[in-house]
Antibody, heavy 123, light 107 residues
Framework: EVQLLESGGALVQPGGSLRLSCAAS????????MSWVRQAPGKGLEWVSA????????YYADSVKGRFTISRDNSKNTLYLQLNSLRADDTAIYYC????????????????WGQGTLVTVSS | DIQMTQSPPSLSAAVGDRVTITCQAS??????LNWYQQKVGKAPKLLIS???DLERGVPSRFSGSASGTHFTLTISSLQPEDIATYYC?????????FGPGTKVDLK
């Protein structure tokens, strides 16, 4: 059974930083592209970032480009998202999601999701 | 960016009703369109990929179809456990974008 477990969410002041982690199990983590998707309270889903299976290709939403960095450690079956220069509108539940293929832009459906971790940006 | 619109924003239906949700892409995305179900307080769940491919384990009352840039999710006979918000998502181009969602509840 695929399991994704996010952690690292917290209350942080504007301008602060956080690192989110997503521990994966139940599948060959190194074979799949992975994404982060967020959901502001009471709002819809927003794709944030994606990384290919070996980490060679990364993509970001314009809203986070230059502030967030996605990475992965395939030896630890873990996906990361470094969040810098946080703003109030970054407040959201952050989900990691497994994609359907090794390449980000192929079979880009999110077939497994974690339970999410809440990031709150407030003074 | 490719804009995704969904209609209706919300609907109320009775158990057993046929429910149709539509999603329109602002430009050609071929069939690169996925549908998700999100229940309150839960993570989204993939229902349908590539416009019409039912995910394993998803009840057959769910189906998807496409016509150009217009996509449809149909629930043939609404069940109480289908109460949720439904989102479409395109991957025809980056950034991947979601529709605003359609909230389905019981009449």
């Amino acid at each position: 059974e695929v399991q994704l477990l996010e952690s690292g969410g917290a209350l942080v002041q504007p301008g602060g930083s956080l690192r989110l982690s997503c521990a994966a199990s139940g599948f060959t983590f190194s074979s799949y592209a992975m994404s982060w998707v967020r959901q502001a309270p009471g709002k819809g889903l927003e794709w944030v970032s994606a990384m290919s299976r070996r980490g060679g290709t990364t993509y970001y939403a314009d809203s986070v480009k230059g502030r967030f960095t996605i990475s992965r450690d395939n030896s630890k079956n873990t996906l990361y998202l470094q969040l810098n220069s946080l703003r109030a509108d970054d407040t959201a539940i952050y989900y990691c999601a497994k994609q359907g293929a090794e390449v980000v832009v192929i079979n880009a459906y999110f077939d497994s999701w974690g339970q999410g971790t809440l990031v709150t940006v407030s003074s | 960016d490719i804009q995704m619109t969904q209609s209706p924003p919300s609907l109320s239906a009775a158990v057993g009703d046929r429910v149709t949700i539509t999603c329109q892409a602002s430009q050609d995305i071929s069939n690169f369109l996925n549908w998700y179900q999100q229940k309150v307080g839960k993570a989204p769940k993939l229902l349908i990929s590539d416009a019409s491919d039912l995910e394993r384990g998803v009840p057959s009352r769910f189906s998807g179809s496409a016509s150009g840039t217009h996509f449809t999710l149909t629930i043939s006979s609404l069940q109480p456990e289908d109460i949720a918000t439904y989102y479409c998502q395109q991957y025809g181009d980056l950034p991947f974008t979601f529709g605003p969602g359609t909230k389905v509840d019981l009449k």
